[in-house]
């Protein structure tokens, strides 16, 4: 199936919204550049679609499908980066017999560009995620957890930068605590650190330092917490944060039709996306530039 086809099935939603304090009447296509983002999350080990009984998922998702999806998207627009934001693992009897390398090579085989790491993601402890590392031919990004002490030590990065067409990508990661939602056996001497604090030192090192002209965060964080809005959150880092365009979300399984617009501290918009679980959407936001600034978004999530 093409895209349109694809486009055509679904139930995608639109949002379209100028950022960087620009208005959209500056908008024109003599040298617009197009950067596109497709994201999944808490896909949980969902290799296979879901079955014509399975309710309100039936016949949905599968890596097969998602892969002809991204591959058509990408032909449309070869400057298209994939990432993935956390609990990669976990789900399904595949996990509990390769343990993650068929999650991997999989993933792989999509071309994957970045993940971060969930809380999922050490469910065969931090030994059996390093495991697994050799099957996997993309990097992991964590700029909060500590990994120092760890067998994990130098090969989680804070963050990675892409080239695509000219414009410079900037992309962090960022993890949950993982007291009380993991036993300490399974991630040893993982240190972690409070993510609204490292996300403001990282975003402006990407801003400022790297000269990014797009920032990106890959959050396993969760979108919002209802009964506890205090709480450390997609939402609240949006707003708390000055320097990112983009926060890909994960941890909560939360569906958005589109992407949420959020004002940061400068007053600024900031897209904050996250597309439920088991790989039943994908995301995709797609970015324009005009002589190297960023004027308009348009987020979608697809149906797969």
Known sequence: MNRRKFIQQSSAATALVGLGGLGLSSFD?????????LHTNDVHSHIDPFGPNDGRNANKGGVARRATLVESIRQENPNTLLFDAGDIFQGTPYFNYYGGELEFKLM????????????????NGIEGLYAQLPHADFEFVSANYDFSNTIMDTHVKPYKTFLRDGIKIGVFGLGIKLDGLVEKRMYKET???????????????????QNCDLVICLSHIGYFYKKFPEKVSDLNLAKATKDIDLIIGGHTHT???K?????????????????????LYLGQVDFFFEEGKNIKAEGTTIIV
């Open 108 to 123: 792989s085989m999509l071309k994957y560009d970045l993940a971060t790491i969930g809380n999922h993601d050490f469910d």
């Open 255 to 257: 569906f958005l039709p």
């Open 29 to 37: 296509n003599k040298k617009q550049k197009k950067i596109t983002i």
């Open 259 to 279: 992407p949420t617009i959020e004002k940061n501290s400068a007053g600024k918009n900031v897209l904050v996306n996250q597309v439920g679980a088991y790989g």
């Open 191 to 209: 240190v972690y650190n409070d993510p609204i604090e490292i996300a403001q030192d990282m975003s402006r090192i990407l801003k400022t330092e």
